[in-house]
């Protein structure tokens, strides 16, 4: 099925480093959102962008919907052990397509304390 | 806990026997949506519904898969002749309207041995 194409698979990083990560579409999203997602567990939502150029914050995370429509990052600042997961990001198109997600593959993030 | 409920967590089945799961999504949620993940790779839409009504179904919904939610609360998700290549997570996601935030269950996993 389609996918997102999300960057980079795997970060490994010392704790307190700031990290990046962004995913890119051949198709336009009017919502990106990113998760979380523990070993064994579904995903958490994290943050929601809904108009394209929106940069929001969560603590110590901030996501911006790009202009194109396309793209979107996250950025984690500051890094703890418990930020250790996958992270993914899902595109959506609400009132088409039944309002449904398309992801990422995925980022995994290790954080060496 | 009020959010999207899955039973059973984990499920380990013979190849060529059927399988259910159940979803019970955030009270007052009319959408509610299946995704199927395997390892390593983000979730994958299976289907979904509005109330009662099941409105899409993804072509990786083979006919031996079949969802119900026949009262427009819970969800069925129902496998008939299981394959090795069934193994993965089945996740529950639900949201209150079209367009609005979906959240997902823990998941279910299921093994085909």
């Known amino acids: 099925g389609q996918q997102l194409n999300q960057s980079p698979q795997s970060m490994f990083i010392q704790e307190g480093e700031d990290v990046s990560m962004n995913c890119t579409s051949s198709?336009?999203?009017?919502?990106w959102l990113w998760y979380k997602q523990d070993p064994g567990e579904g995903p958490v939502l994290l943050i929601a962008?809904?108009?394209?150029?929106e940069l929001t914050s969560n603590g110590r995370l901030t996501a911006q919907f790009g202009i194109t429509r396309k793209d979107s990052f996250l950025n984690i600042s500051a890094s703890i052990p418990s930020d250790v997961g996958i992270y993914f990001c899902?595109?959506?198109?609400?009132?088409?397509?039944?309002?449904?997600?398309?992801f990422g593959e995925g980022t995994q993030l290790t954080v060496n304390p | 806990d009020t959010g999207v409920s899955q039973d059973p967590r984990h499920k380990i089945t013979k190849r060529g026997q059927n399988v259910t799961f159940r979803c019970d999504p955030i009270?007052?949620?009319?959408?509610l949506y299946w995704y199927r993940q395997t390892l390593g790779q983000g979730p994958e839409f299976l289907t979904y519904?509005?109330?009662?009504?099941?409105?899409?179904k993804s072509r990786l919904l083979s006919d031996r898969f079949s969802a119900e939610r026949p009262k427009g609360s819970f969800s069925t998700l129902e496998i008939q002749r299981t394959e090795q290549g069934d193994s993965a997570m089945y996740l529950c996601?639900?949201?209150?309207?079209?367009?609005?935030?979906?959240?997902f269950g823990e998941g279910s996993w299921l093994t085909v041995v």
């Open positions: 519904f509005q109330n009662e009504a099941q409105l899409e």
């Open positions: 198709s336009i999203f009017n919502t």
């Open positions: 009270s007052e949620h009319n959408r």
């Open positions: 899902a595109g959506q198109l609400r009132e088409t397509s039944g309002s449904r997600l398309t």
């Open positions: 962008l809904y108009k394209a150029g």
């Open positions: 996601a639900s949201s209150l309207t079209a367009g609005n935030t979906i959240y």
